[in-house]
C-alpha cells in the first residue's frame, strides 16, 4: 500500500483499528491479562521482549487481516522490532493493515482538571524514521478528568500542534484527548471537548487534516459534527474502561465512528493457548468490534 491508498483505506475502509500500543507504564498490566505473572521478567528488556511475543503473535494469525482490521497502533519498540522476518510495519502492510506509531511519552501532573502530554524529544527524528519504515500515522494521548473549559482549550491546543508537527513530518496524526469516562463532570466536559475541537479544526489551512481518537461519549450522536467535519479523516473509539461488550455497545450508536481498541480487543488472548485456540478467541473478539463499528451492531451485554 502506497500513502494514497493507506488514506483511502483509513477514510472509507470498513473495519477497525487494533491499538498495540501499550507503553512502559501499561505493559505489565497487559502481561498480567495475557496470562504472564508479574515478576517473571527480571528486567525491562525481558519485559519487552515478552509483550513484542504477543503482538508478532497477534500480527501473524490467521484471522488478523485487513479484511476487517485497517489499522494498527504500535508501540515504538514494537515498530522497530521484527515479525516473522519483516519489520513490523512491513508484516502490517502485507496483511493489508495500516501502521500507525504511538510517539507520547507519558502525561503531566493534573492540572486544571486534565493531564497535558508530556513533552515529545526527537519528534522530528521518529516521525522521519517511522514514515521510513511505511508507518502512515501517529498517535498521542492526553487526558480530561473535568469540565474545565481552560483546561480542555489547552489540551485541544497542545493536541493541534503535535498535530501540525506530525503533517510537517509527513504524517497523519490521530489526535486523543480521551474524556475519563468516570468523570462527575463528564456530560459538560464532552460538550466543551466537541467544541473546542470543532474551533480548532475550523481554524486549519491549506488541505491539513486529522484522525480523532475520542472517548465514547455519554450521549450518542454527540460527536457527529466531528465525524462529518470535511478536516476530519476518520473519528475512532477507545474503550476506556469499558469491557468489550459494553464498549460495543456503546459503539454501535455513533454513526460514523470506529474501534481503536486495545484491551478489549486482547482481553480474552491468553499465552497459554494453543494456536488454534488463540486465532479463534481473537477472531471472535475481531468480529464483534467489526459488527459494532461497521454494521452498528452489538452483543446483548451481560446482566
Known amino acids: 500500500m502506497n500513502t494514497a491508498e493507506m488514506t483511502a483505506k483509513i477514510a472509507a475502509g470498513k473495519g477497525f483499528i487494533a491499538a498495540l500500543d501499550q507503553s512502559g507504564g501499561s505493559t505489565p ?74 510517539v507520547d511519552k507519558g502525561l503531566e501532573a493534573e492540572a486544571n482538571g486534565v493531564q497535558l502530554l508530556k513533552p515529545i524529544p526527537g519528534l522530528d527524528s521518529l516521525l522521519a524514521r517511522s514514515k521510513a519504515l511505511g508507518v502512515f500515522g501517529t498517535k498521542e494521548r492526553s487526558v480530561i478528568n473535568l469540565a474545565n473549559r481552560e483546561g480542555i482549550a489547552a489540551i485541544v491546543a497542545q493536541q493541534f500542534e503535535i498535530g501540525a508537527q506530525v503533517i510537517a513530518g509527513g504524517l497523519m496524526p490521530i489526535l486523543e484527548p480521551e474524556l475519563n469516562i468516570k468523570s462527575p463532570e463528564r456530560a459538560e466536559a464532552e460538550v466543551i471537548l466537541r467544541d473546542e475541537l470543532l474551533k480548532a479544526l475550523d481554524a486549519l489551512t491549506g488541505d491539513d487534516k486529522v484522525m480523532l481518537k475520542l472517548s465514547l461519549p455519554e450521549q450518542p450522536g454527540l460527536y457527529d459534527p466531528l465525524v462529518d467535519h470535511p478536516r476530519v479523516l476518520r473519528v475512532v473509539a477507545l474503550s476506556g474502561g469499558y469491557s468489550r461488550g459494553e464498549a460495543c455497545a456503546e459503539l454501535a450508536k455513533n454513526r460514523g465512528v470506529i474501534a481503536s481498541f486495545s484491551r478489549a480487543l486482547l482481553s480474552d488472548l491468553r499465552r497459554q493457548m494453543s494456536d488454534a485456540e488463540f486465532d479463534a478467541a481473537l477472531s471472535a473478539a475481531i468480529d464483534e468490534i467489526y459488527a459494532a463499528s461497521v454494521d452498528k451492531v452489538a452483543q446483548p451485554v451481560a446482566a
Open 29 to 102: 498490566k497487559a502481561l498480567t491479562g495475557y496470562g504472564i505473572a508479574e515478576g517473571s521478567w527480571s528486567n525491562d528488556e525481558e519485559m519487552y521482549a515478552l509483550i513484542h511475543e504477543m503482538r508478532s503473535r497477534i500480527i501473524t494469525a490467521p484471522s488478523f487481516t485487513g479484511d476487517k482490521v485497517i489499522g494498527a497502533i504500535l508501540f515504538e519498540r514494537t515498530m522497530d522490532g521484527t515479525v516473522a522476518g519483516k519489520s513490523a510495519p512491513a508484516a502490517l502492510i502485507d496483511r493489508g493493515i495500516v501502521p500507525f506509531i504511538k
